[in-house]
């Protein structure tokens, strides 16, 4: 499908000094770059920063990465591409928020206490021996860390 017949042209509007190519200014290449590459995010992102796009159509965007336990995930951050909420995909989503003028409320502290809520679970995993050894009160110890009496 070729992207490129909807691009949107920001070479309409009037601008200051002689008239120039469109492709010739460095904004009007990104423009075309982000538009055929970038992810709708992205995209979105780019048109609220040059182009005077709303914030509404950034938080569209943003809520297709938004999970069902209200962190975010889905590779909202592309290093991470699983599903499941992580707190680093919050940092991202928090940032575009901050980006936007929109980071505060009820969301943002929702997103907080999930973020958090994961920390703190993978802090206390990280502390547990192995579920083999609890169970079988191996060397670790029985499960409760308890010796059996």
Do not use: K, N
């Amino acid at each position: 499908m070729d992207r490129s017949a909807s691009l949107p042209s920001s070479s309409s509007s009037p601008s200051a000094g002689p008239a120039q190519p469109a492709e010739s200014s460095a904004l009007s290449r990104a423009e075309r770059f982000v538009w055929l590459t970038a992810r709708v995010l992205e995209q979105r992102r780019f048109a609220y920063h040059f182009l005077g796009g709303g914030a509404e159509a950034v938080e569209t965007a943003l809520a297709a990465y938004l999970g069902a336990d209200g962190g975010y995930g889905h590779a909202l951050e592309p290093d991470l591409r699983g599903p499941v909420s992580q707190p680093l995909h919050a940092v991202h989503a928090l940032r575009v928020l901050d980006g936007i003028g929109r980071c505060g409320g009820q969301r943002v502290e929702r997103l907080c206490r999930v973020s958090d809520g994961r920390v703190h679970a993978r802090r206390r995993a990280a502390r547990a021996p192995p579920l083999a050894a609890r169970l079988s009160g191996g060397p670790l110890g029985p499960v409760g860390g308890r010796s059996a009496q």
